[in-house]
């Protein structure tokens, strides 16, 4: 009886163990209204349950509670992005690093959103935080493509050329673009920038 009962018990600490590593690692996903508009993305109602017909966010949470991917779809489920593309992608990623978060913006599952010599605008931003969580420091990078042909390089150093009386002066976000769609942000907490 008594060997019986052990192995039941190591039978059942075994099922425990592989659920709870199963449920670890399956990824919390979240759906939010969204209304496209002919230039931006509005939020209406976080945390919906029913999608059908209606324009949503999937928010994807990492382990930690963050938001780890934002995807923007349309009403018939097609992934989709408002206006001009200024910020954004129908795709946005997130990375964490210490005291970093890395923001990627793409148009499909491995296509960049962005190329400066058509939107003149970042793929990427990454935001520096300091120890209270604030942003301290904002970079944003830029994608530049162009075929490897004399004219080509002509054609963008000539547009390179163009922006360069344009100095970078700073961005004017004050907190993480995406965070406004994402329910979870950085486990609750959305860094603004600091003052």
Not at 82 to 110: Q, V
Not at 112 to 129: G, M, Q
Not at 142 to 170: Q, R
């Amino acid at each position: 009886m008594n060997k019986t009962l052990k192995f039941i018990s190591l039978i059942l600490i075994g099922v425990l163990i592989l659920t709870s590593f199963g449920l670890q690692n399956e990824p919390k996903i979240l759906f939010h209204k969204i209304r496209f508009t002919a230039s931006s993305v509005e939020l209406e109602k976080w945390n919906i349950k029913d999608t059908t017909g209606t324009a949503f966010v999937m928010e994807t949470l990492d382990n930690y509670g963050r938001t780890k991917e934002l995807r923007f779809y349309n009403w018939k489920h097609q992934l989709d992005w408002a206006g001009s593309g200024f910020y954004g992608g129908s795709i946005i990623n997130y990375d964490y690093e210490k005291n970093k978060i890395i923001e990627t913006f793409f148009s499909s599952d491995n296509e960049i959103a962005n190329d400066f010599k058509t939107s003149e605008v970042p793929y990427r931003h990454i935001y520096f935080l300091n120890d209270n969580n604030q942003i301290v420091d904002l970079k944003q990078i830029y994608k530049i493509d162009f075929e490897w042909t004399k004219e080509s390089f002509e054609e963008t150093i000539k547009h390179l050329e163009f922006y360069k009386n344009y100095p970078d002066e700073g961005s004017d976000l004050h907190n993480v673009f995406g965070y406004s769609y994402g329910f979870a942000k950085m486990n609750g907490i959305n860094p603004k920038r600091k003052k």
